[in-house]
């Protein structure tokens, strides 16, 4: 799956980058997350409820921000198990940019789910 999205936000850059360098607001920003904690430097794990049809299944991910361009933004990367449901992985590329005395967010995101849910998922 892949996706990719961009939208004006009437904040300044430094904010912005700050907000998403905040572990709530990284939690707020993931569907299902029951969890988002530091691990280390740029190292964190999450816990994520994935529901697909009448199946949910509980993952615990670890995630890293990578390639990062203060305050102009990074990668985060993040890899699951979800035991018998299957796993995930994915990465989104995050970009900010000066807009006018606002900040224009794009990003980008792929990733890959496989195991039972992703069997649920393509029915």
């Known amino acids: 799956m892949e996706m ?4 004006r936000i009437e904040a300044n850059t430094e904010k912005i980058w700050n907000a998403l360098n905040d572990t709530e ?3 707020a920003s993931m569907p299902g997350c029951e969890s988002f904690e530091a691990t ?3 190292t964190f794990q999450a816990k994520i409820i ?5 199946v949910k299944a509980r993952f615990t991910f670890k995630v890293n921000l990578t390639d990062i361009d203060a305050p102009n933004g990074y990668t985060i990367n993040g890899e699951g198990n979800g035991g018998a449901a299957g796993f995930a992985r994915g990465s989104a590329t995050v ?10 967010l ?3 995101v792929k990733a890959n789910v496989g195991g039972k849910l992703a069997q649920l998922g393509g029915r």
């Open 4 to 7: 990719t999205s961009n939208k």
């Open 106 to 108: 794009s990003y980008s």
């Open 40 to 42: 280390g430097e740029n």
């Open 50 to 54: 994935a529901k697909v049809g009448p």
């Open 25 to 27: 607001v990284l939690k």
């Open 95 to 104: 970009k900010l940019a000066e807009d006018d005395g606002a900040t224009m």
